[in-house]
């Protein structure tokens, strides 16, 4: 378990290294909905998404001599760009381990920010044995994506700046994958004002964690086919499981298409890129899941923003 | 002639009846120039550009008899939308005229605030005698687009709260069309920081203001095919000009290329969706054509972000 204190000491820890991105409000977007919605930029972060957060509290929290021998991650997406460029912020080196078949752009960005890339076969090499055997070999610490206290209470910040900055919500919603996200800002909202009603959002065929809570037990699922690849997990972490547990008032679960609209909306009419996951709690919103009065104040954690262009080109074509 | 007051009374009679629009930094721009960028963001203003300021600065000044009888503007672009939205804000009303073939977006978005939208030919008819004409029938009061001080204070509003936000800036680069926000803006800036250097960006076949300052009299060209559509303007206004021959270090030009380049730029990177228009003083800097040490701080107003999504499609999918 983590605390408001973990949340508070990682936020003194970030600051001025990244960004205190911006809460932005939308007219249209409240009009369509019938909330006042405030929207928490981390699209708009460094490395262009909230994943930084938690990667670069790790890395402060590492020894000296720990950050001289480096990190170890293995994702395909915004993790590792936020661990890349966090061991460069800190002098340290990072080795990612990735799919063979990984986007090039986010091969390229990782690589942009310094980190070396390991790629494992997804049909015949199991990617956490890799980055375990490189952990034993080289000495370097593993960067877990979300189960890891110093990643939950990074990505706990979110909620904290967003607070500061909105004093009062009624409800809070955020993406769920893993639920390192979640568990650090579900933990500092609990601690702030236990009256904010926290949401998590899972794409209707990645419903790992809804499943969970209705069992009251850790459930795996399929790999989902939805294209919010950052919430495509199969199942809730071991430490954020129980965290959700607890401060939770349940998942809402949207389809791809309200995903798409979604994007659209905020692109469109808020100005604002978010890739798809970036997009599922403003989806929740608009697609009337959220059980509160017309009027209430509602945080939403725009969680990230990197898209592929040519993706993004084709969500502008449907309509 | 405005001077800094008028602005400051502008921000005054804005302040809480629009965005504070945020300033947003983003490191791989600045790593790109090597110039330390500040983004004044009107994209996220409402009805998404700067327009709104100058327009409902100008509602607000007239009597409350005036705005009873409500007000008359001639655009197909952002002014329209901020003329519509400001009237509506006022309880006014407005009647905005726009050629048959406006695009479809832009038309829906103008009766979206309410405003009645009366038509003209653009191959057999003179929009400035049709709005004359309602003017005169109507006693609606006209809305310029630029030539006007009130609508040119408003504009400067932009400046003054970059400012706030921003003590230091070694320039200021705005787009330049008929060269109202910059008039505001320089006025505003050079009140507080003389040693701040405006530069205004024009397209390069967009170069009215360009081939006017040069020969240091207002000069006219042909219709120009530039994609910054807001800035398409054929000559600076009478009342602009002498503020921007006064102010202007100089006016940059960049190629519709550029202009591309800055807005797939500010997207994919930034998460910023801003149109051609928007992009231009990204692009002056992105391109080089800024006349200033490495390490200078630059202000860059980002002045709309209104873009058709098949437009916006086309521009992701050229590389």
Known sequence: MITLDDVRAAARRLRDRIHRTPVITCRSFDE???????????????????????????????????????VVAFSSGNHAQGVALAARMVGSSAVIVMPSDA??????????YGAEVVFYDRQTEDREAIARRLVAESGRALVPPYDDPAIMAGQGTAALELMEDVPVLDALLTPVGGGGLMAG???????????????????????????SLQKGE??????????ADGIRNLSPGEL??????????????????DIVGALRFLLLRAKLLVEPTG?????????????????SRVGVILSGGNVDPAILAGFLKES
Chains 1, 2 share one sequence.
Do not use: H, M
Not at 103 to 112: D, I, Q, S, V, Y
Not at 194 to 205: D, I, K
Not at 240 to 257: R, V, Y
């Open 240 to 257: 954020t499981f129980p965290i959700l547990q607890k401060n939770l008032e349940g998942i809402l679960l949207i389809s791809d298409e």
């Open 279 to 295: 997009a599922v709690s403003a989806a929740a919103v608009l697609a009337g899941t959220l059980p509160l009065p017309r009027g």
């Open 218 to 227: 850790r459930v795996a699922i399929p790999p989902p086919p939805t294209i």
């Open 32 to 70: 369509a909905t019938g909330y006042s919605v405030f929207f928490k930029c981390e699209n708009l972060q460094r490395a262009g998404s909230f994943k930084i957060r938690g990667a670069l509290n790790k890395l402060l929290l590492l020894s000296e001599s720990e950050r001289a021998r480096g």
């Open 103 to 112: 986007p090039r752009l986010k091969l390229a960005a990782t690589r942009g």
């Open 185 to 211: 800002c579900s933990t500092a909202v609990k601690a702030v004002d236990r009256a904010t009603r926290l949401f998590g959002v899972e794409a209707e065929t990645a419903n790992d964690t809804w499943l």
